[in-house]
């Protein structure tokens, strides 16, 4: 069993699991989505780690919602506005007949969308703002090209669709969780979410 675990913030992924460096800033490695040949995606440049109990599957991801915290203190968000991605990996041999089995099992929080109006977003937040939408509608259109069946599904759109696209389409079983609130105020929100 292994994992890699990812943030997307300003359309940049960053490697929760890389070593910080000297200065306490997070790994600077390039990481890059690519794909195997039989269409599973991997993170290229991320830092992959082995668990060989619940336990350390567990502290990894601890250690990367702690990098998390960090990354966004650095740049001066109160609230961390960013998506996170995390992948754990099975891989389980037959040790009779050789024959290997793997599954891959995506973790995904999605950011809300917020009506700009509303919070007082500006500058840097309204950037954030805008990045989290432009990806939460991508994840709109890859949705609804795979529910109309149509020949073209528009991943590439997105690095969020990226990262997601073998969680999304093919043998892959999806299950989303959508967080609204009850209030009237929020009518917008939930609107746009539900849509
Ligand atoms: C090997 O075992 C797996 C199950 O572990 C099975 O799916 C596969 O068909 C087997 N292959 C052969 C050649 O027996
Ligand atoms: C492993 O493969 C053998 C031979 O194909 C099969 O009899 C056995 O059930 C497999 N074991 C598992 C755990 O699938
Ligand atoms: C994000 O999208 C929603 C719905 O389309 C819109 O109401 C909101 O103003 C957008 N926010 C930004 C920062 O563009």
Avoid: W
Wanted: charged share 20%.
């Amino acid at each position: 069993v292994s994992a890699y675990m990812l943030e997307l913030y300003n359309d940049q992924l960053q490697d929760l699991l890389a070593p910080p460096a000297a200065d306490g800033a997070g790994g600077g490695r390039r990481v890059e989505i690519k794909r195997t040949r039989r269409g599973v995606v991997f993170a290229q440049g991320a830092e992959t780690r082995e668990a060989s109990s619940a336990q350390e599957l567990y502290a990894l991801f601890q250690q990367a919602s702690a990098q998390r915290h960090i990354s966004a203190t650095k740049m001066n968000v109160e609230s961390s506005r960013s998506h996170l991605i995390v992948c754990v990996l099975v891989e389980s041999r037959n040790l009779t007949n050789g024959s290997l089995s793997t599954g891959k099992l995506s973790l995904v929080d999605l950011d809300g969308s917020e009506r700009a109006a509303k919070t007082g977003a500006k500058d840097h937040q309204l950037r954030e703002a805008n990045s989290i939408n432009k990806s939460l509608s991508a994840l709109g259109d890859v949705i609804s090209a795979l529910s109309a069946e149509l020949p073209h599904v528009p991943y590439r759109n997105s690095k969020l669709t990226q990262v997601m696209q073998d969680s999304l389409g093919g043998d892959a079983k999806t299950l989303m969780i959508v967080t609204v609130s009850p209030s009237e105020t929020s009518l917008d929100e939930t609107l746009t979410s539900l849509v």
